[in-house]
């Protein structure tokens, strides 16, 4: 993925996943044809760099048809074209940059026109720390679109500013810092790989954190409150995916009693996310390092969850980093 790199690297504080409910919830289901389905159209954007490429090649293998590089005031003609304004049939995609001069005006203006025509709207936003940005785009040797006569940053802090209002509406902001190819797209398939499938979509992540925060983080666990195995001689070199460390942890006084109430809050907030309209969510779990309290955890929250009938996909973000 030369021309849109995304990469492994230790993110910057950003906000997360934040699905706005008047856009994700789009036509009423009285509203449509009987046996129509409801329109359904992407928007992908967000920072030069940060993996929208990746982002349209996964929701072609989805199906969707999807049109790359495309300027904000040609969305509803592509919509139309498409047949999605009046048919409301196959889903249809776009991906758009800032290169247009009146991006946040045509974007806005096109968003409006095709919702008012009842074609849903979800916007994808792609982004990425400064540094894995600067990291990326030298790394394959190429300017940035906006940074003219300029530094490399400079082009990156203008596209920031611009996107800025974008960002804060958009319905599903991912950051790919820490993301390689295969693990952006594995968000982008649990997002949009299944309208058809109940409930909610939760990505359960560990983290330790002395790395920092997960920037995509819907909702934060901290296993500090429990006794770290690190202490433990025969422990420390093992990980919260061994059993040794898995029964110290959920042994101790309070694991259990935590996993009972936590389990019963997720059940609450996974029903609002619902009735929300917001079906993907990002749960981090997290300790101090990474490596045996949140992992134990981690995976225990996923079993029980899973038990439930809960869409659970589960990954260790610092295992292993020491």
Same mark, same amino acid.
Request: proline share 5%; aromatic share 8%; hydrophobic share 45%.
């Given at each position: 993925m030369s021309a849109d790199p995304v990469s492994v690297s230790p993110s910057a504080g950003a906000q997360a996943v934040d699905a706005q409910a008047g856009r994700a919830e789009g036509v009423d289901a009285e509203d449509a044809e009987p046996g129509s389905a409801e329109p359904a159209f992407v928007i992908v954007t967000g920072m030069s760099g940060a993996g929208r490429s990746t982002a349209a090649k996964a929701l072609e293998d989805l199906g969707w048809f999807v049109i790359d590089n495309l300027p904000p005031g040609l969305l509803?003609?592509?919509?139309? %074209?498409?047949?999605?304004?009046?048919?409301?049939?196959?889903?249809?995609?776009?991906?758009?940059?800032?290169? /247009?001069?009146?991006?946040?005006?045509?974007?806005?203006?096109?968003?409006?026109?095709?919702?008012?025509?009842?074609?849903? +709207?979800?916007?994808?936003?792609? %982004?990425? /720390?400064?540094?894995?940005?600067?990291? =990326?785009?030298?790394? +394959? =040797?190429?300017?940035?679109?906006?940074?003219?006569?300029?530094?490399?940053?400079?082009?990156?802090?203008?596209?920031?500013?611009?996107?800025?209002?974008?960002r804060a509406n958009a319905d599903l902001v991912i950051d790919t810092s820490?993301?390689?190819?295969?693990?952006?797209?594995?968000?982008?398939?649990?997002?949009?790989?299944?309208?058809?499938?109940?409930?909610?979509?939760?990505? +359960?992540? /560990?983290?330790?954190?002395?790395?920092?925060? *997960?920037?995509?983080?819907?909702?934060?666990?901290?296993? =500090?409150?429990? *006794?770290?195995?690190?202490?433990?001689?025969?422990?420390?070199?093992?990980?919260?995916?061994?059993?040794?460390? /898995?029964?110290?942890?959920?042994?101790q006084p309070g694991a259990k009693e935590f996993l009972d109430a936590y389990e019963e809050v997720l059940q609450v907030v996974a029903a609002g996310y619902a009735r929300e309209g917001k079906s993907y969510a990002t749960l981090a779990v997290g300790c101090t390092g990474g490596k045996h309290r949140s992992v134990a955890m981690t995976e225990q929250i996923a079993s029980r969850l899973r038990d439930r009938g809960v869409e659970v996909q589960v990954s260790h973000r610092d295992v292993g980093r020491e």
């Open positions: 509803f003609a592509m919509a139309e %074209e498409a047949g999605k304004v009046k048919l409301a049939a196959d889903k249809v995609a776009a991906v758009v940059d800032v290169r /247009s001069l009146a991006f946040t005006t045509d974007l806005n203006a096109a968003i409006e026109e095709l919702e008012a025509r009842g074609v849903r +709207v979800r916007v994808v936003f792609l %982004e990425a /720390s400064d540094e894995e940005l600067v990291r =990326r785009f030298e790394n +394959v =040797r190429r300017p940035h679109p906006l940074q003219g006569e300029g530094r490399l940053v400079d082009g990156i802090a203008r596209e920031r500013g611009i996107l800025r209002e974008v820490t993301h390689n190819v295969h693990e952006l797209r594995g968000k982008i398939v649990a997002f949009f790989g299944g309208e058809d499938r109940p409930g909610l979509r939760l990505n +359960v992540v /560990s983290f330790g954190f002395k790395y920092g925060l *997960p920037v995509d983080a819907d909702l934060v666990v901290d296993c =500090r409150f429990l *006794p770290n195995p690190h202490w433990v001689p025969e422990l420390r070199p093992m990980n919260g995916l061994d059993p040794a460390v /898995s029964q110290y942890v959920l042994g």
